[in-house]
């Protein structure tokens, strides 16, 4: 049972290209997320789904688009990179209701 | 949205000793009140959490306690090892199933 996994691990962008984060769960869970993680900030929320074909903005949004066309993949995806989009992004899943979400080992983006 | 406030942002104990950590909220409807524990590289772990209903819930040598009237929050750390040492963050939610978190707390057993 391999969880959330994200790919890749590391990686680093120059201004302006894009890329998609993968995030992939094997749990069969309706719930996905993404957050990023800066120093000292805690976890915000940038994308959240309840199933497949649905999807809605969390805190901090802009720059990113997400989709979910199956209930196992939730892929991340930022546009124009900025500097400001530097941080670690992780996704995580749950069934939903009062239950504990299981993270991705996290993709520590550098936008340089 | 939510606001969730984690204090304090650094705590360094003596191994053996006992680690606290606290957390307010600022909208009265959320219920549902998980811990994380996030090592070196890895992703937040859930240690353990507690639902509106419930005013305390214990596993070993982790405890949480909830205050609602107050909108607190705490974890508390028994008898610490070096392998407790890790960023913990606390977070809340309204059961819409997001989770709004604290800043973290990095916790140092010094041996």
């Known amino acids: 049972n391999a969880g959330v996994t994200q790919t890749p691990k590391f990686r680093i962008l120059k201004i302006g290209q894009s890329m998609t984060l993968q995030c992939a769960q094997d749990?069969?869970?309706?719930?996905m997320y993404w957050y990023r993680q800066d120093p000292g900030m805690g976890l915000k929320l940038i994308y959240y789904?309840?199933?497949?074909?649905?999807?809605d903005k969390g805190e901090v949004p802009n720059g990113y688009n997400v989709s979910r066309s199956t209930t196992e993949d939730f892929p991340l995806r930022l546009e124009l990179a900025a500097p400001s989009q530097t941080s670690v992004y992780f996704c995580?899943?749950?069934?939903?209701?009062?239950?504990?979400?299981?993270f991705g080992s996290g993709t520590r983006l550098t936008v340089v | 949205g939510e606001n969730v406030e984690q204090h304090p942002s650094t705590l360094s104990v003596q191994e053996g000793d006992s680690a606290v950590i606290k957390c307010t909220y600022s909208?009265?409807?959320?219920?549902?009140f998980p811990w994380y524990k996030q090592e070196l590289g890895k992703g937040p772990q859930l240690i353990i959490d507690?639902?509106?209903?419930?005013g305390e819930k214990k596993d070993q040598r982790i405890a949480v306690t909830l205050n609602k009237t107050a909108k607190h929050f705490s974890l508390h750390i028994t008898e610490t090892q070096p392998e407790d040492s890790a960023v913990y963050f606390c977070?809340?939610?309204?059961?819409?199933?997001?989770?709004?978190f604290g800043a973290g707390t990095t916790v140092t057993v010094r041996a």
């Open positions: 995580a899943s749950n069934p939903g209701g009062w239950y504990g979400y299981t």
């Open positions: 749990m069969n869970h309706n719930y």
């Open positions: 789904s309840v199933g497949a074909g649905i999807t």
């Open positions: 909208d009265s409807a959320s219920n549902y």
């Open positions: 507690i639902r509106s209903n419930v």
């Open positions: 977070a809340a939610s309204k059961g819409d199933y997001k989770l709004s």
